[in-house]
């Protein structure tokens, strides 16, 4: 039996919503993980008589292909979808037996109309939160758009072709066989990247807004609907909506609620966003702010959007440690996320530069899959908290390395050793290894702004208690200001200020 008695549970509940009959054509050979996949694939069909299962040979043994009868829908999963891909198979399931997919019907059409060939693989592992959104979003388009194969691949499973095709991080997704792109990407991003976006002339045209939020993360979102809640005509503009909490695992001080994931308060947020009248523009890069009769916020394609006031909320990302190798190496070998990626350095050397709170978390986690761990920090002490420390220090397998200026990154065509000034010393030491996990912490999305608007030495909006910055006007929110402290609740409140500071603006002028 290969599943616990509380999935099976929970599993016969939803194999009661398949709406049809379905197809699964199995590749199996003798090894273990074929063999467990035939268990898997044998307790499915005893609970659903929608299940019928045909054995045949597919391009990767082992996998198994999810077909409607007598048409094949392109959906196969190479490996065992379980841990965080479990509800991708289950959700493939439902889908291929007739249920609707829960996407918008703007986005099935735009699927639908998309004419050609599209073969899609997915390179996962079964720990990685960032996943199985990209793992469902191809599953749909394959479902619903005949052009469109997707093969989803358990790295873990399918070690040989992971190393020769030099994946370090995932998702890594290839189309047609060329790297298409990594990391989590919604349907809508695939959407975009595949060049079928929204057309720039459709925003353009749009009447000027009363509050226009630039960002879609907590401070966004919360703005956003404080805005919405007085009346007034309010849009959102956002490069990835979710914003960070989207890499973020498990969250235990959103107060309110004990223990949440990342995904899940970005998905809830978006379902609030969508309550209200507010104009959600996905997917859009500001490029440019302007103060004339309105405030005008230039986007990446080109379009304008007008606006009364606008309030600033585009957050912040990681760090780069802009050493020589880094950007070279980045997903061969140069990683920013241990829970992603942490699995596909399994028996293999890291480094993790950073000895804060996250770095130190890191290398915690890291210690639990990796060989070794080396853990550089530049400054004389470590600065994470000591409970944190503490646990770093009772593992056996990592080294701290205090005083360590990171210089260099090496590598051929992956990632091979790291170069660091020993500050004390004033020596050049090299180490050997094969991943780098960089945790330096973020800096501001605020470059984008020019000269134009107050920000402090490390590019922080300066913003008054009222949310205001130093254009009457813009108001700003969450980690792209100064607050002292960057958390989703502050993020949150900070928006809320922000957007009734706007409104007040709004009354006055
Ligand atoms: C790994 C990790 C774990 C964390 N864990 C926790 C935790 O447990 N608890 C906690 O409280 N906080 C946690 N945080 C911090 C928390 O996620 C942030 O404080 C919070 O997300 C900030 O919200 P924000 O809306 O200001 O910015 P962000 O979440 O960064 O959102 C910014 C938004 O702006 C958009 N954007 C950026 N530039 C542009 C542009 N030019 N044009 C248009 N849109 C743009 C982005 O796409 C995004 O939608 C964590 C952060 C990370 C990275």
């Not at 194999?15 to 898997?40: F, H, N, P, W, Y």
Request: hydrophobic share 40%; with cysteine; glycine share 10%.
């Amino acid at each position: 039996m290969l599943l616990d008695a509380d999935i099976k549970a929970q599993l016969s509940q939803y194999l009661q919503l398949m709406e049809g009959d379905i197809l699964l054509k199995v590749s199996a050979g003798t090894d273990d993980v074929s063999r467990d996949m035939l268990l898997l694939i044998d307790e499915l069909a005893t609970m659903s008589s929608h299940i019928k299962v045909e054995r045949t040979e597919l391009e990767r043994t082992p996998s198994f292909s999810v077909n409607r009868i007598g048409e094949d829908t392109g959906v196969t999963f190479a490996g065992i979808p379980l841990g965080h891909e479990f509800t991708s198979l289950v959700l493939a399931l439902l889908q291929v037996s007739g249920r609707a997919p829960k996407v918008d019907q703007k986005v099935i059409d735009q699927i639908k109309a998309i004419k050609g060939e599209y073969r899609f693989e997915s390179y996962i592992s079964l720990t990685c939160h960032n996943c199985p959104d990209v793992v469902q979003a191809l599953n749909i388009m394959s479902i619903l758009n005949p052009g469109i194969s997707h093969t989803m691949i358990d790295g873990a499973a399918y070690k040989a072709e992971v190393e020769s095709k030099n994946i370090m991080a995932v998702p890594t997704v290839f189309l047609n066989g060329e790297n298409f792109g990594g990391g989590r990407m919604s349907i809508e991003e695939i959407l975009a990247k595949m060049g079928s976006g929204t057309d720039a002339s459709e925003l353009s045209d749009k009447e000027p807004f009363d509050v226009l939020v630039v960002g879609g993360g907590p401070a966004g979102a919360s703005a956003a609907i404080y805005a919405a809640r007085k009346g007034i005509r309010t849009g959102i503009v956002a490069e990835r909506f979710g914003g960070q909490v989207m890499d973020t695992m498990g969250i235990e001080n959103f107060i309110g609620t004990k223990y949440t994931e990342g995904p899940k308060v970005a998905a809830s947020l978006e379902e609030h966003v969508k309550e209200y009248d507010i104009d959600v523009m996905n997917l859009q890069r500001a490029k440019s702010l302007e103060k004339n009769e309105f405030v005008e916020i230039e986007l990446e394609n080109g379009a304008v959007l007008k606006s009364k006031t606008v309030i600033l909320s585009t957050g912040a990302r990681w760090r780069n440690v802009g050493v020589p190798g880094e950007a070279e190496f980045k997903n061969k070998g140069v990683a920013y996320c241990p829970h992603c990626d942490g699995p596909l350095f399994a028996g293999k050397r890291v480094a993790v530069i950073g000895g804060g709170n996250s770095g130190i978390e890191a290398a915690i986690d890291l210690a639990g899959i990796v060989k070794h761990v080396t853990v550089l920090e530049f400054a004389a002490e470590l600065k994470a908290d000591a409970v944190l420390q503490e646990r770093l220090n009772s593992l056996p397998n990592v080294t701290v390395i205090k005083n360590a200026q990171t210089k260099e990154i090496m590598g051929t065509d992956k990632v091979n050793g790291i170069t660091y000034l020993d500050r004390e010393t004033e020596e050049v030491k090299h180490i050997e290894l094969e991943g780098i996990f960089v945790q330096i912490g973020l800096v501001p999305n605020t470059d984008w702004l020019g000269e134009g608007i107050e920000r402090t030495r490390m590019g922080e909006i300066v913003v008054d208690k009222h949310g205001a910055t130093s254009i009457p006007g813009v108001f700003a929110a969450g980690d792209c200001t100064d607050s002292a402290y960057k958390q989703i609740i502050i993020s949150m409140g900070s928006g809320a200020t922000a957007a009734l500071g706007a409104f007040d603006y709004l009354i006055r002028n």
